[in-house]
């Protein structure tokens, strides 16, 4: 008797599920005894149809008609079993007609969970605080992507390029210097260890030259400060230059010996700030020293790695970034490809009489040429515009008069007339350019001259602008 009315029960409870769920689904039939039918997520029962034939599966709730549904859903008991046992024998009918969304979206094959507990939750099934976290950590994911794809529409990516001590770091300080505010005091006051060093190491590399070109110096008395110097550290730490260096310094620069082997300066490897720090020496050497912005920008330390600065020009973000220029550093120039938006290529073009610090059998100007040609003609960067710098106009307009061009490029034929100089170097750079599609832009610039690098930065910022409309099919 207790076995007959368990089954009774449990048909009763069968059918009103099936009744149930018909009024959420028309278009399946339910079999809870089918052995492969689909578990129903919402009413305890299986269905026989496919998946997709279920409105109650579907991955948009849009489809059952949320807003039409949620009145009615809202009257019935959590469970079947409830409704049962409250003794009620019929389930409400939902109004006619049917739901205006049923028909406004295209029935989807996918399912996905996220908008699965979406559903669940509006029709009243209670989601789990596990499942309501998980929603809102996927909410805030799907937000910082929006967020970060506004923010790369007005993001320009700026790769720095060019051979060694060609003036890309010096480009970045300009930068901080025009769009940044400048250095402020206890940044200065980290730069006066490298300024000492650079200076004292300057003249340890003059003394070390004279010995092996067989100068020697014009006043023999001052020996004693070539020891001074020789007995410094690599590295000059302290707040201030000590006194004997500062000394030595003045004295040695002022020597016939010593200048004549700066003028020979091509011949060894001497950084191009030599002599405005032996100029500027008495100052530098003062207790109360503190670089200023000229002192800052021809500050040389070896870029060794990836640097990133991030600047601000007319609601345009500009992330650049500077890269090793040394041979052993450019195998990390990779990292830096994809998606870059612009190329700036600096060449130092005073160094047309040098040799490279790596090679000393390969000419400078040459390495830049080989360089440029890989870059402008990569697979990589065949959509990225490129800005040419060719840098160091003071030093090359100074040097052109005593060091002729011809020796080291025998098809230039100007002389020392520096319009022609410049004339035959732009072109030596331009005519590498084998796609007729691409443009090279090139100015001539002294990276140390603020005013200058300020106006040219403004008409590459317009390049760079046109470029992107251009690309766009705007213009």
Known sequence: ???????????????????DCQLLCSAAVFSPASSSSLACPRLPLTCVRPRRRCQLLTSRPQLIGLPYLAPVLRSFPATVSEHVAAGRRRLPRLPSPAPPLARAFPRRRSLTSPSLAYLAGAMGCGASKEDNAGKARNDEIDNQLKRDK?????????????AGESGKSTILKQMKLIHEGGYSRDERESFKEIIFSNTVQS??????????????LDDQQAEYHVQTIFMQPPQIEGDSLPADVGAAIKALWQDAGVQECFRRSREYQLNDSARYYFDSIDRIAAHDYLPDDQDVLRSRVKTTGITETTFIIQELTYRMF????QRSERKKWIHCFENVTTILFLVAISEYDQLLFEDETVNRMQEALTLFDSICNSRWFVKTSIILFLNKIDRFKEKLPVSPMQNYFPDYEGGADYAAACDYILNRFVSLNQTETKQIYTHFTCATDTTQIRFVMGAVNDI????????????
């Open 150 to 162: 506004m923010a790369q529409r007005n993001e320009i990516k700026m790769l720095l390029l060019g």
């Open 322 to 325: 500077d890269v090793g220029g």
């Open 464 to 475: 760079i602008i046109q470029e992107n409309l251009r690309m766009c099919g705007l213009i």
């Open 203 to 216: 003249m340890r590399v003059i003394l070390e030259a004279m010995e092996s070109l067989e100068l020697p």
């Open 1 to 19: 008797m207790g076995s007959a009315g368990t089954s009774a029960r449990t048909s009763t409870e069968q059918s009103t599920s099936v009744r």
